[in-house]
């Protein structure tokens, strides 16, 4: 995961003063920052797909803070939003958490506390996108079997047999060992936990029987 070593802390918040004062901070404390006066401005320039998390006022002009995390949960869902603002109150704490984010901070917040909520954050993001493009790598290899082969793959994972499989499909048990080889080999798979493993992780179990009764 070391990629995210270079992740941003993307400031928002309409208070010049404050949010280049925190910038400052965390620049000093090993991060990258990057400022911003309004949600707007935010979403102009940000970069999907950047590995980082959000400093998010909840008062700013034109989005407010909740209209933004709103945008980014379609946008960017695996950015974590660390609320950092003066004008909280509970039931927009109770929003945001319910939305989300990673944690509501009212100003001042002490230095530690700041910098280990953002440590927070970051690992999360690391860890979800990990998995994200992991999933991603697992479905690019599902892509590469062929018709017959995710047929084999979906009674596979359902416990079929292969005599079974043969069965099913109209098939000598020779073939569906010979598929079934093709397609453990294209899918990384080493063993029948593994195959169904790999299965249970995307949600493809559901999705493969369905394929069949197609």
């Known amino acids: 995961m070391g990629e995210y070593l270079e992740a941003v802390v993307h400031i928002v918040d309409d ?4 949010r280049t004062a925190v910038g400052r901070l965390l620049a000093a404390s090993g991060f990258r920052v990057a400022l911003y006066e309004s949600g707007d401005q935010f979403l102009a320039q940000f970069a999907d797909g ?9 008062g700013l002009p034109g989005l407010s803070g909740l ?12 950015l974590p939003i660390v609320f950092l603002t003066g004008r909280g109150d509970i039931r927009a704490t109770v929003q945001a958490m319910k939305a989300g984010a990673e944690d509501f901070l009212e100003k001042p917040t002490p230095k530690e506390v ?5 440590g927070r954050a970051l690992h999360r993001y690391a860890l979800q996108r990990f998995e994200q493009d992991r999933k991603h790598a697992l479905r690019r290899r599902l892509a590469n079997l062929t018709p017959r082969e995710f ?17 099913a499909l109209g098939t000598s048990e020779r073939t569906v060992k010979a598929h079934r ?6 899918l990384g798979a080493r063993s029948l936990a593994e195959t169904v493993s790999l299965a249970e992780r995307l949600g493809l179990i559901d999705s493969a029987a369905d394929q069949l009764q197609r």
């Open 181 to 186: 080889h093709n397609l453990m080999e294209k």
């Open 50 to 58: 950047e590995p980082g998390c959000v400093l998010l006022d909840l």
């Open 67 to 78: 209209e933004l995390q709103d945008r980014l949960a379609e946008k960017a869902p695996l």
């Open 151 to 167: 047929e084999v793959f979906g009674l596979i994972v359902r416990g079929r047999l292969n005599k079974q499989i043969a069965q």
């Open 15 to 18: 208070d010049q003063s404050f």
């Open 114 to 118: 700041l910098l280990e909520t953002i």
